[in-house]
């Protein structure tokens, strides 16, 4: 009986569709491990928050939507959320104010009077206990 070859695009075990996964399997894991946001993840991988920030600037710069989700593999509607968390995370960044100094000097004069309101307030209740504002004893004059 005469041997037959085995077929060089062939593993053992498997076929040749499972060999081309592989090899692309691992340059998929090469090219996000060097730190590119190039190609579909590997199974087992996780969209990673620099990863999302490249495709979404990609997206902003004015890449079709159907091309990237082509690219990495991902679905039209998951870009299109990507997006809009991105431009929601945006807008809370530009709403908020920082270091406004008539309202610091506010909160500064409001703690002073809630210092001496209730300042007053224990010299009320001593005055009305009996004992006055001032120990009692003896001027040194």
């Known amino acids: 009986m005469p041997r037959r070859r085995k077929s ?7 076929g040749s569709d499972s060999a081309v996964e592989a090899e692309g399997a691992r340059r998929a894991t090469a090219a996000c491990t060097a730190g590119g946001a190039t ?10 928050v620099s990863r999302k920030r490249e495709v979404v600037l990609r ?13 990495f593999g991902v679905e039209i509607y998951r ?11 945006m807008e809370t960044g530009l709403k ?3 270091g406004n100094p008539v309202q610091a000097e506010l909160d500064t004069a409001m ?7 209730m300042e007053n307030e224990l ?8 004992n006055g ?6 001027s040194r004059r």
């Open 8 to 14: 060089p695009n062939k593993q053992e075990g498997r």
């Open 39 to 48: 190609g579909p993840l590997a199974s087992g991988q996780r969209w990673t």
């Open 59 to 71: 997206i902003f710069r004015g890449e079709s939507l159907d091309s990237l989700s082509r690219e």
């Open 79 to 89: 870009l299109e959320e990507w997006r809009d968390r991105a431009l929601s995370g």
């Open 96 to 98: 908020s104010r920082q």
């Open 111 to 117: 703690k002073r009077i809630g210092e001496l309101a």
């Open 123 to 130: 010299l009320y209740e001593r005055c009305r206990k009996g």
């Open 133 to 138: 504002p001032f120990p009692k004893g003896r």
